[in-house]
């Protein structure tokens, strides 16, 4: 066991949550921290950016054990705090009570603490397996960060053989989560004024179609078989933002809605989008077209993360059961990168502090005793590292 002092992870939170790094903004000032403190302890960091050099990923190994390592994934992104009433600054740590408050404090810069926390006793340890640190960008918007990463391993960065990916799962043991797929689609009509209503297109209206449509592709969705171990128990399908027209007395010549569908089952998946564009291809355009023929309705993909399922018995799952001292795994709902990571033959696991009910939300916090859960594991990992156990 661990009987040096480490760095106060609840600290290093803090410190995280100061970088406001919203997926439109970039994440180099939180990647520079992290570089410098790991610089600190003597660690050397491989930065991925992307092409605009506004973004990078970072990937760093403690250890030159000729094992294939354990990587500890997380997200460097949060999601936006707009038009959320706050009762706290949402980018400086306010601890009340048990509750730590702060965006990103549960998804996931409370895992990401922990790491680094936990980085000097990891370097301390004689081993022959290697840690590898695995920290992405733009997760929140479909895991596109990981992806240039994952293209690297087995070129200029090491193939981990297990990845546990931090997000808040409550310290418990997840092996599986739906997909998710989300999509935009954009309603071209025409221009005229509102008293004249018949010699425009109104895409507002338009889209209301198209939208009534996806509520039928969705309660058809809820029928099918195949997510038992979800809740809900089915492919779910949800409208989250529609933006349109530009003034009341206008036709709105425009309007755009973004959508998603979270799939337990991948077989789903074309005809979802088959039936939705066939809908609009067969009976709301030839509408609009029938008026104006230069309107369209154009959809397209804007981000996707695959499915995650793993084999329980599994090297990464069985490894994570036995740090978070559980004998049983769970399935969530949402979405992380660990499909992509298994699909690039990681045995990848998820596993972290806090609950995914405080993420996303106002007020997002994370309780202390869950950074104090996480330390723990990360403690036995290193001690089985120590001990030549992995």
């Given at each position: 066991m661990t009987t040096h002092s480490l760095p106060d992870p609840v600290s290093l939170l803090a410190d995280l949550v100061a970088f406001d790094t919203t997926s439109r903004n970039s994440n180099l000032?939180?990647?520079?921290?992290?570089?410098?403190?790991?610089?600190?302890?003597?660690?050397?960091?491989y930065l991925l950016p992307n092409a605009e050099g506004d973004k990078c990923s970072l990937f760093a190994t403690i250890g030159t054990g000729d094992q294939p390592g354990i990587g500890l994934s997380a997200h460097t992104d949060v999601v936006p705090v707009d038009g959320q009433n706050w009762t706290t600054d949402p980018f400086q740590l306010k601890e009340k009570g048990d509750r730590l408050y702060g965006r990103g404090s549960c998804d996931m810069k409370g895992f990401l603490a922990c790491v680094l926390a936990k980085v000097p006793d990891f370097i301390s340890r004689n081993r022959s397996t290697p840690v590898h640190l695995v920290f992405s960008y733009d997760e929140e918007i479909g895991c596109t960060g990981v992806r240039p990463l994952i293209d690297r391993f087995n070129k200029d960065i090491p193939l981990p053989r297990i990845v546990i990916?931090?997000?808040?799962?409550?310290?418990?043991?997840?092996?599986?989560?739906?997909?998710?797929?989300?999509?935009?689609?954009?309603?071209?009509g025409f221009e005229a004024h509102s008293s004249a209503p018949q010699s425009g297109v109104n895409a507002v209206m338009f889209a209301a179609e198209l939208i009534a449509e996806l509520t039928?592709?969705?309660?058809?969705?809820?029928?099918?078989?195949?997510?038992?171990?979800?809740?809900?128990?089915?492919?779910?399908?949800?409208?989250?933002?529609?933006?349109?027209?530009?003034?009341?007395?206008?036709?709105?010549?425009?309007?755009?809605?973004?959508?998603?569908?979270?799939?337990?089952?991948?077989a789903h998946d074309p005809e979802i989008i088959s039936t939705?564009?066939?809908?609009?291809?067969?009976?709301?355009?030839?509408?609009?077209?029938?008026?104006?023929?230069?309107?369209n309705i154009e959809t397209r993909q804007i981000a996707h993360a695959p499915i995650y399922a793993s084999d329980p018995s599994s090297t990464g799952v069985s490894l994570a059961m036995k740090l978070a001292q559980q004998n049983e795994t769970q399935s969530v709902s949402y979405a992380t990168e660990a499909g992509l990571f298994e699909n690039a033959d990681c045995s990848t696991v998820v596993c972290g502090p806090g609950n995914i009910r405080e993420a996303h939300k106002p007020d997002e916090y994370i309780e202390r005793g869950e950074i104090d859960k996480c330390m723990r594991f990360l403690d036995r990992l290193a001690d089985m590292l120590d001990a030549n156990e992995i």
């Open positions: 000032q939180i990647i520079d921290y992290i570089k410098d403190y790991l610089d600190s302890h003597g660690v050397q960091s990916v931090g997000e808040p799962t409550s310290m418990k043991v997840v092996d599986a989560h739906k997909s998710i797929n989300v999509y935009a689609t954009t309603v071209t039928r592709i969705r309660e058809s969705l809820q029928t099918l078989s195949g997510g038992d171990r979800f809740t809900p128990p089915y492919t779910s399908l949800h409208v989250g933002t529609i933006k349109g027209g530009t003034a009341l007395n206008i036709v709105p010549r425009q309007c755009e809605f973004v959508w998603e569908y979270r799939s337990v089952d991948e939705f564009n066939k809908f609009a291809d067969t009976v709301v355009k030839p509408k609009m077209r029938s008026v104006v023929e230069e309107t």
